[in-house]
């Protein structure tokens, strides 16, 4: 969660909050600093995720995504919106003149629609910049995951805010010569390192795990609350590597690091650490639609209560914040019996394209 205080904290609560909202659009021709004048009401909504899909797991690189409507104005006519970098930040009034300010992040405006009344814009956060081939990198191996980490985001301009992290100093001896994207790289070190990577409301990346936020949300805060019975936990963590599988803990709700490129040694080890660091982490999946608070983020750990005061101790792995409005958070977790299936399905596809390509590349090779 964004660091607040006390009274931000209180106030936020709260039925009749107000709101104000700065955004600023750093074009080519220079600076739009917008108000609420300037913004279509409800329009402006901001979307961050920890993971990709429903599958609880590690590695997440989902880059969050602000969209918003802006009053259509002749000035707006030559601007190029593309490509411009967008900051936003949302105040709360906590004391009769004072306002207190959450940003939500810095953005890369991405699409642009406009027509005579609007001017419509989808802008995407710093980890959209590390969609650019991995062959970029000029970084010699064998390197550390640390230095792997730090030269991604050299090659993709943007500041790192992670330094120290689990098996930052693993040794990767070879550099993967597939078709890769950076993104793709950040994916295997977040693997790796039993984290998602996620941009900072400052623009930097960090590799981040799930971590308490002191919030618990009641029927006063929310509209809806749809929990499930079933609590969703990593179990261990694995690799099959030559027809050999490699386990830490157990494999009734095991993340797969099979595919991982960057592992390519001490294997043991290196997944004894990844499954300490998230062993831990058990929640009960949700969605809840809620009055919304910007300071919340997907990394969150909360605690949802119903009306009968039961207690479900979870987190946030996808948060839609809409500014003014109604705003939806969720935990994502496939049930026990789904991700046992599905890993083992995943098991049986992997194994099989091993045996094909080993196939293949003896046959390439004798040609």
């Known amino acids: 969660m964004y660091p607040t205080s006390a009274t931000y904290k209180d106030k936020i609560k709260l039925l009749d909050r107000v709101f ?4 600023q659009i750093q074009h080519s021709a220079g600076d739009l600093d917008l108000t609420d004048a300037d913004i279509v009401q409800g329009s402006l909504v901001y979307n961050e995720a920890s993971q990709a899909g429903d599958d609880f797991t590690v590695g997440g690189v989902v880059a969050s995504d602000l969209r918003v409507e802006l009053v259509n104005k002749p000035a707006y006519a030559e601007l190029e919106f593309v490509g ?9 009034l906590v004391d009769e003149d004072t306002w207190e300010w959450v940003p939500l992040g810095v953005f890369n405006v991405d699409e642009v629609g406009k027509t005579r009344s609007r001017v419509t814009i989808k802008a995407v956060d710093n980890l959209i910049l590390f969609d650019k081939p991995y062959s970029l990198s000029e970084l010699s191996y064998p390197a550390t995951l640390a230095q792997i980490f730090t030269d991604l985001c050299n090659v993709c301009d943007v500041l790192p805010e992670s330094v120290v992290f689990t098996n930052s100093t693993y040794v990767v001896a070879t550099k993967p010569d597939s078709d890769l994207t950076c993104r793709d790289v950040l994916g295997y070190v977040a693997e790796l390192s039993g984290t998602f990577a996620r941009a900072t409301r400052a623009g930097k990346i960090e590799l981040a795990w799930y971590s308490a936020s002191g919030l618990a949300l009641t029927g ?33 709700y095991a993340v797969d690091l099979t595919d991982n490129l960057l592992l390519q040694s001490d294997y043991e080890t290196a997944i004894a650490a990844v499954y300490n660091a998230v062993k831990d ?5 949700y969605s809840s639609e809620w009055q919304g608070n910007p300071a919340v983020q997907a990394g969150d750990i909360i605690t949802q209560i119903d009306r009968d005061l039961n207690e479900y101790p979870t987190l946030v792995t996808h948060s839609t914040y809409k500014y003014r409005g109604k705003s939806k958070l969720e935990a994502r977790g496939l049930p026990v019996t789904a991700k046992g299936f599905r890993g083992s399905t995943n098991k049986r596809i992997a194994t099989i394209i091993r045996k094909v390509e080993a196939i293949v590349g003896d046959r390439l090779t004798s040609l």
């Open 20 to 23: 104000q909202v700065k955004l």
């Open 84 to 92: 411009a970098t967008l900051t936003c930040q949302i105040g709360l």
């Open 220 to 252: 006063a805060n929310r509209f809806n609350f749809v929990p499930r019975d079933d609590v969703v936990q990593i179990t261990g963590v694995m690799a099959t590597i030559d027809e050999t599988t490699y386990l830490a803990g157990t494999d009734a």
């Open 281 to 285: 982490t058990a929640f009960h999946a």
